[in-house]
């Protein structure tokens, strides 16, 4: 019988492997070593933090024990990554949560005096269902190699009693994501509410946007408003990520963008590169969790000279149509937001003209704009130069049906946005 000792993943040998036992402890509990050499099975122990060492040897391992007891909370994140990648693998992993001292009902000859609790479970369960939960496993894993493995108990108990607990548990699985999926289209709805209603339309700017997430929620953000009555600001921010993590940091983007600050009776609109500045200073303070940086572009029109000046911050540059020329992208330097507090950022200076519109998009919206080469730069997509003269609305119109009849690859999907302006 294989040794019990604490092993490297360098040590593991080339042949089939029963039971992985992943554990910082430098044995398992005697129950669990004993049943496996009453059922004749082969077992290595291996700590959990060199189970990497040991990925390409997954084809080996029958069913993987994973030894949770005591866990220190950083090395949650760990678990549940080894416990992805087994999924992945299609291994069984049984997940030991916590060690009972009273023990439970069970028909074992010799009944163990503790007994286990296993992740997903509130009950604690015996080590003959512990056996169970090996078995099944075993036998699921060998079945392609016509390996018997011997039931602890007779199969038609056992048939019997993982059919009912699949049967409960796909009951409780459907209703948690029924639920789960109400709530992320509840937060959508949330989030939508923080885009603009209406965009600020006058005589001489019409608006136009797309709005397209990836998922319920989305890591994108628009907006455009009147700051008084010679000048707007607008912008489309970029989270870095996508669901419920992105989409609630977008709602702090949305409160931390100031546009203008008023003092006394009097008021100060920021320019550009400050209002980037002071949005960058306000996540890095803040040192959000996760998905802490964003990209954004913020533009500000002086709706009566038509001069805008703009700024970026690790974004897709703005893109100027004008008839008769190519799409111009309009370059300006910044760094993401919320890596360095104390970043700067620049900002650039046009004059527009009747029929002039200006493009902000977010990265997801890119593979439908165009393309960047190392050796020739961006490249506009053909299908995108054949819209570049249409009205902003139908512009955009026309856009939105490009990217929703677009075929990509599920993995690629992303959050699209776009926000345009058209001077009239």
């Given amino acids: 019988m294989v040794q019990s000792e604490l092993l490297s993943a360098i040590e593991l040998q080339k042949r089939f492997i029963d039971v992985l036992y992943l554990t910082n402890e430098k044995q398992m ?203 707007l600001g607008f912008y489309v921010a970029d989270v870095v990520g996508h669901g419920m993590p992105a989409a609630l940091l977008t709602i702090f983007l949305k409160q931390a963008l100031v546009m203008r600050t008023t003092v006394d009776n009097a008021y100060h609109i920021f320019s550009p590169a400050e209002v980037m500045k002071n949005l960058n200073k306000k996540m890095a303070t803040q040192k959000l969790s996760g998905y802490q940086f964003a990209t954004c572009c913020y533009c500000l029109l002086n709706t009566e000279t038509l001069e805008m000046t703009f700024a970026r911050a690790g974004h897709p540059y703005p893109i100027l149509l004008r008839r008769g020329q190519e799409p111009k992208q309009l370059e300006v330097r910044g760094s993401l937001l919320g890596v360095f507090k104390e970043a700067e950022y620049s900002e650039d200076k046009i004059q527009l003209q009747q029929g002039d519109k200006i493009l902000l998009y977010s990265d997801g919206a890119e593979p439908f704009i165009g393309n960047y080469d190392d050796l020739t730069g961006f490249h506009f997509m053909k299908e995108f130069l054949e819209l570049k003269d249409l009205q902003i609305v139908e512009m955009m119109d026309r856009f939105n049906m490009m990217a929703q009849n677009q075929n990509i690859d599920p993995s690629e999907v992303d959050d699209i946005t776009t926000l345009g302006l058209e001077i009239q």
Avoid at 75 to 83: G, N, S, T, Y
Avoid at 114 to 134: K, P, Q
């Fill in 29 to 231: 509990p005697q129950e669990i070593k004993h049943l496996l050499m009453e059922r004749n099975l082969s077992y290595k122990l291996l700590r959990i933090d060199k189970f990497g060492e040991a990925r390409n040897e997954l084809g080996l391992v029958g069913t993987v024990i994973v030894d949770a007891v005591d866990s220190e909370a950083a090395q949650q994140q760990k678990l549940a990554r080894i416990i992805e990648t087994l999924e992945m693998e299609n291994i069984g992993v049984i997940l030991i949560t916590n060690r009972e001292k009273v023990p439970v009902k069970s028909f074992s000859l010799s009944p163990s005096k503790s007994s286990f609790s296993m992740g997903g479970m509130t009950e604690a369960v015996s080590i003959d269902e512990l056996w169970t939960r090996v078995s099944v496993n075993l036998a699921y894993r060998k079945k392609s190699d016509g390996i018997a493995v011997k039931p602890a108990i007779p199969p038609k108990q056992i048939q019997t009693i993982y059919k009912n607990k699949l049967a409960e548990q796909l009951s409780m699985t459907g209703a948690l994501v029924d639920n789960l999926t109400e709530q992320l289209r509840l937060a959508g709805l949330v989030q939508q509410d923080f885009l603009p209603t209406q965009l600020p339309n006058t005589e001489r700017v019409k608006w136009a946007s797309v709005f397209l997430p990836a998922e319920w929620v989305s890591g994108d953000i628009y907006n455009a408003v009147r700051i008084d009555e010679k000048h």
